[in-house]
């Protein structure tokens, strides 16, 4: 039997700046939105431009990291799986989202309090291991 692939890479810029959560284990999960831009001319020779929106989360000690490092406008490599979660609302209405589970992360440009890490040049950033267990947060 085949194996499926289910794999996504983007460049872009945080479009708010990342929220931290606690699943009822303890264990950190931080989310935000990425927006990625492309553009092209189209036949007529006019410059054309689209933006997608990407909702990201990340688990654990990359978590924390987003949190720290992360803001509003930074630009970053984000590299993991779609996953869609779905919920009922408090109006009884099934409400869907498709999220990047990151699982590898490059922070792309200057971090204002890089002089605090140990490392000033590390920018890139692994998942724990366990990124595919999905617990649910408080």
Not at 85 to 93: A, S, T
């Amino acid at each position: 039997m085949a194996r499926g692939l289910n794999k996504v890479m983007i460049i872009g810029r945080l479009g708010r700046e990342p929220e931290m959560r606690f699943t009822s284990g303890g264990r950190p999960v931080a989310s935000f939105s990425v927006v990625t831009t492309r553009g092209w001319t189209n036949n007529e020779g006019e410059r054309q431009e689209e933006s997608e929106w990407f909702h990201v989360v990340t688990w654990g000690g990359l978590a924390e990291l987003c949190k720290k490092r992360l803001h509003k406008g930074s630009q970053v490599y984000v590299e993991g799986r779609l996953q869609t979660r779905c919920w009922d609302g408090p109006d009884g209405e099934r409400h869907y989202r498709t999220e990047l589970v990151a699982q590898e992360l490059i922070f792309l440009d200057g971090y204002e309090g890089a002089s605090e890490v140990e490392d000033e040049d590390e920018t890139e950033f692994f998942a724990d291991e366990d990124v595919g267990h999905q617990e649910h947060l408080d």
